[in-house]
């Protein structure tokens, strides 16, 4: 009987001992976190599925190639995050897709803002961003302060991710007090 | 609501609620993953069957080419040849005293043919 306390690392020794429930509990604790990763980064739902779907596959299938004493989260993560930059790319070359390293199409953030809740208005704004600054700031709601996760699992260094992170931020200010300034 | 500080934003992020993702998603990942159906054949029995199936091929190419006299002259050229060490008593003495050391060996090794194959049977029938 797989304990749904334990810790990640004795879950992963356990999926690779064979014990299905000791995955299936990593996939419970973790699905929702890597949809909302790929969904924030590619903006499609069945895209981010694909993906999410893709991640947990690449990692079942490589347990064994996990470093004890690592962060699964970051681990997952990371794949997802590949998973990503793969098909971003794909629809670069393929479809000559604009890069969403821009604002969504459709109304602004100003014009939406107004009739939307506080988390709707954020969720926007952060759309709004450049896809670094996006993905970025994504994992920074994962992940919370942890910039050495987020810099593994971008694989950028340290200080690339603390710039990318307060401009995110200024950005999302900005983004934010100009919506406040569309609603008075 | 203004964001003016860096901790005000920060708790905002925090607080953002997930995306939620599509009802199937989890089942489907476990369906590929942890609680993936077991294969209906291990790769050794693949690999029997494909064999017995080249045989099969092999003797009805031979039946079709050579007619059945050559058939039944290959045939009995194989019997033959895999017979006359079998039919010597010393040969089949050291085959069994040789699989007894294998069999007993395997209470060591912990690798159980019998116990393994029926913990596969097991495993199918669920």
Redesign the interface.
Known sequence: MTQPEAADGDLVAM?IRGN?????VL??RY???V??LA??TLHD?EE??DV??EA??KA?RSLRTFKPGAKFSTWIFAIAYHACCDRLNRRKRYASEEMPDRADAGPGPEQQAIALD??QR??TAIDALPEKYRTV?TL???Q?RQYEEIAQVLGLPMGTVKTHLFRA?EQ??RL??GA?VTEQ | MMYRDDDALDRALFALPLEEPPADLRASILTTTAYRPAPMFSVTEITLFGAMAAIIVWLVALIAMGGGSLFVHTISAIVSTVARPLSNVTTLAWLGAGAATAFWLTFFTGSQPFTLASQRVGQRAR
């Not at chain 1, 299905?20 to 299936?24: E, R």
């Open positions: 999926a299905p429930d000791a995955f299936a996939v419970e699905d929702r976190a949809y909302h969904f924030r739902v981010a599925r999410t779907q947990f596959f079942f506080e988390a954020l969720r700031i920074y709601h994962l919370g931020k999302l200010r934010l007090s406040e």
